[in-house]
């Protein structure tokens, strides 16, 4: 038990210049990151990185000339500090991961021009991680068992509650980049193609091909969830919220593109059954299995190692 004290003035103002700088500090990595970020344009397609019935080849991510597809995007996140899996990510989370790519490759590009990839103290501390996260992936892998089909139904049985299929929409999707610079020509691209598409002068894939020709993915995407819909953007999620099947959207901005989402049909949220959830079941009890393994091993390093975590007293 300490008594409450006032600290003197030279204590507080030390105090409140570290909190400043603190902030400073972040604000500072915030702007770097923003600036980064939309130094030149980035094609993210979380959607289709998810999707499990696309193609290992089929490519997710594009920035600075290069290009990421499904599997190689997979591989990144596996080397990762924290080794990730597709299967275990929602598309809020990949879509920061595939961010956080790009600024790793583009801060990397940076260290390199001001001289930082010379300290090798650096390269030998990130060494360390990257051996130490392939080695417990391959301890796991030896040890663990695939969940079997009646584990599967037994863990969906007794968890229904956990499995229901979320609101969906069925959509059409039209992404125009907006380039620094040209905001206003790129505005009037964007509500020539919402007029041709609204009067029926042209079918929503032909203002694709006509006024976002850089579009990669198709018009038509299909059945997606409502969070999928989310990593567009909340304007994007609120103008897809408001409309009824059939329906064009308004011009929508978010961030660094234009959007027009047409809905044809949507889906309220209900209980999966067991074929619709068993992959889902699979990767959950998939995934369980493997964290429990995860910690197992972790505790067996350390008492090999005879670690000890000393605790922390409330004033440290």
């Known amino acids: 038990i300490w008594d409450a004290e006032s600290y003197p003035p030279e204590v507080v103002r030390e105090k409140v210049e570290k909190v400043l700088e603190q902030d400073l500090q ?6 770097m990151k923003s600036e ?3 130094s030149q344009p980035i094609v993210m397609e979380p959607e289709t990185a998810l999707e ?14 290069e290009e990421l597809s499904r599997r190689e995007l997979e591989l990144r996140l596996q080397a990762g500090a924290v080794p990730r899996r597709l299967d275990q990510l929602s598309a809020p989370v990949l879509t920061q991961l595939m961010q956080a790519s790009v600024l790793q490759s583009r801060g990397a590009r940076r260290a390199r021009d001001l001289g930082l990839h010379l300290d090798e103290d650096l390269h030998e501390w990130r060494r360390r991680q990257i051996l130490a996260s392939a080695e417990m992936v391959k301890r796991v892998n030896e040890r663990v068992e695939v969940p079997t089909r009646e584990d599967v139904i037994e863990y969906f049985e007794s968890h229904r509650d956990d ?3 979320p609101p969906g929409y069925d959509l059409s999707l039209l992404r125009i980049p907006l380039v620094a610079g040209n905001e206003r020509e790129t505005y009037a691209r964007g509500l020539e193609a919402e007029d041709q598409i609204r009067t029926a002068r042209m079918s929503f894939e032909e203002a694709v091909s006509v006024f976002a020709p850089s579009q990669t993915s198709k018009p038509r995407i299909g059945w997606v969830e409502r969070s999928r819909v989310a990593t567009l953007g909340r304007g994007v999620l609120a103008e897809v919220d408001r409309l009824q099947p059939g329906e064009l959207s308004r011009l929508v901005q978010e961030e660094s593109f234009l959007y027009l989402i047409q809905l044809h049909d949507r889906q309220a949220e209900r209980p999966m059954s067991m ?25 067996q390093l350390r008492d090999e190692l005879e670690v000890r975590l000393a605790s922390q007293s409330p004033l440290s």
């Open 163 to 165: 499995f229901r299929r």
């Open 275 to 299: 074929p619709e959830a068993e992959s889902a079941v699979t990767r959950k009890l998939g995934n369980l299995r493997v964290g429990e393994l995860q910690d197992e091993i972790s505790r």
């Open 36 to 38: 980064l970020l939309a």
């Open 26 to 31: 972040k604000r500072r990595w915030e702007e």
């Open 52 to 65: 499990d019935s696309s193609p290992d080849e089929a490519i997710v991510l594009r920035f600075d000339g």
